[in-house]
């Protein structure tokens, strides 16, 4: 398989609402849309879940692009590839770091990949559901009430799963205000690394309110203080930020660090890692669910590809589009029946992009081709 030109797209897409997590507030999302074309005139479609500011982790739109434009493109562009195992087994191992950037350009890879193929990416995957349950994950609020309402909304809607942003100050007392509203719901909390080992006290707390699990309490790079939180908790652990590879996985597996994984195909490098890291877990038993970026319904595509996967056990992020936008970006849109999101048949990513609505939310684009032997932007 010859790549023969990359195009990036930095597009703009408004937010419904705001969204708050313990690190800030969004309100729109910038992010790049990577279209890799092959030497038959094939698209594949991937995006890059960097942030513009370096708060998730610390990885940027500005150095996603740097990294694409001027390392990994090249290397993408002077290379046949014959699986996209590949790029990240082989030919990006040299680049350190850089995960979201890396993804992104590998993705694009295996949509073209598997419509060459002439078939889903879940198939190529080696995904086995034909449908996938899905969660909701609510920002922080103004008021606790307004939590209460869109949980009501979202239950209307089917949703399977409920994730809570949590920081100290709106913890234990949101949660046992939702607890006492609905006691039975699959309810989940989400820190986004806000507590320390010195907050035992506040997290234990949770402990009474039958939680699916606390995702990543402490530190964004820590797999040792989790370790030893978990030791003192009954409710699981999952790790989101501290696991970028399958040696994090590994590690973390060994030390007891969690109970659970969260898999964000940006944050581990690609579909290549994500499947592997799927491997070790099943073989240890530890349940995995897929992490959302607010992304279009580009990024939502490979999300579902990679849920379709046995041992993503528990439901994901990857709610509707239209819980976030006012339109999106492919036809048809992702959309959620009864809290399930039916995995694509058709080839590739099985949602079509929509040069008219890309066209209208891009700021800027380059394209970029090999001209003797060398990568340049066209």
């Known amino acids: 398989m010859k790549i023969k030109q990359v195009i990036l797209r930095h597009l703009k897409l408004d937010l419904l609402e705001p969204f708050t997590t313990s690190f800030g507030t969004e309100y729109d999302r910038d992010f790049i849309l990577v279209e890799a074309i092959s030497d038959d005139g094939i698209s594949g479609w991937a995006e890059s879940v960097a942030m513009l500011d370096p708060l998730y982790n610390e990885e940027t739109l500005k150095t996603n692009w740097h990294i694409l434009e001027d390392y990994l493109i090249p290397i993408i562009l002077k290379n046949?590839?014959?699986?996209?195992?590949?790029?990240?087994?082989?030919?990006f191992t040299h680049i350190r770091g850089n995960y979201m950037a890396k993804a992104a350009l590998e993705g694009a890879v295996w949509d073209l990949y598997a419509k060459k193929q002439g078939a889903s990416l879940s198939n190529v995957l080696g995904g086995t559901k034909k449908k996938i349950e899905v969660g909701v994950s609510i920002g922080i609020k103004d008021s606790i009430d307004s939590t209460l309402d869109i949980i009501e909304a979202r239950l209307g809607e089917g949703y399977k799963r409920f994730k809570l942003k949590i920081k100290p100050g709106w913890d234990v007392e949101l949660i046992d205000k939702v607890r006492k509203v609905y006691p039975e719901i699959p309810l989940m909390a989400d820190a986004n690394s806000a507590y320390t080992l010195k907050d035992?006290?506040?997290?234990?707390?949770?402990?009474?309110?039958?939680?699916?699990?606390?995702?990543?309490?402490?530190a964004y790079n820590d797999i040792i203080d989790h370790a030893d939180l978990q030791s003192r908790l009954k409710t699981p652990i999952c790790l989101d930020e501290s696991i970028?590879?399958?040696?994090?996985?590994?590690?973390?597996?060994?030390?007891?660090?969690?109970?659970?994984?969260?898999?964000?195909?940006?944050?581990?490098?690609?579909?290549?890692?994500?499947?592997?890291?799927?491997?070790?877990?099943?073989?240890?038993?530890?349940?995995?669910?897929?992490?959302?970026?607010?992304?279009?319904?580009i990024g939502r595509a490979h999300n579902i590809a990679i849920t379709s996967m046995p041992n993503f056990t528990l439901p994901g992020d990857t709610a509707a589009s239209s819980l976030y936008w006012a339109e999106d970006i492919t036809d048809p849109e992702v959309t959620v029946e009864n809290g399930m999101i039916s995995v694509p048949e058709?080839?590739?990513?099985?949602?079509e992009p929509s040069m008219e609505k890309i066209n209208k939310y891009t700021i800027h684009s380059q394209t970029y081709h090999l001209s003797e032997n060398v990568a340049r932007k066209a």
């Open 200 to 218: 035992i006290d506040r997290l234990s707390a949770l402990d009474d309110f039958n939680l699916m699990m606390i995702e990543q309490p402490l």
């Open 346 to 351: 058709l080839p590739g990513i099985g949602y």
């Open 244 to 297: 970028h590879s399958l040696e994090d996985a590994r590690k973390a597996i060994k030390l007891g660090s969690c109970k659970i994984i969260n898999i964000k195909i940006g944050r581990v490098g690609g579909l290549t890692e994500s499947r592997k890291i799927h491997d070790l877990c099943l073989e240890h038993g530890i349940p995995l669910w897929c992490g959302g970026m607010l992304e279009s319904g």
């Open 80 to 91: 046949e590839i014959k699986h996209p195992d590949e790029i990240s087994e082989k030919y």
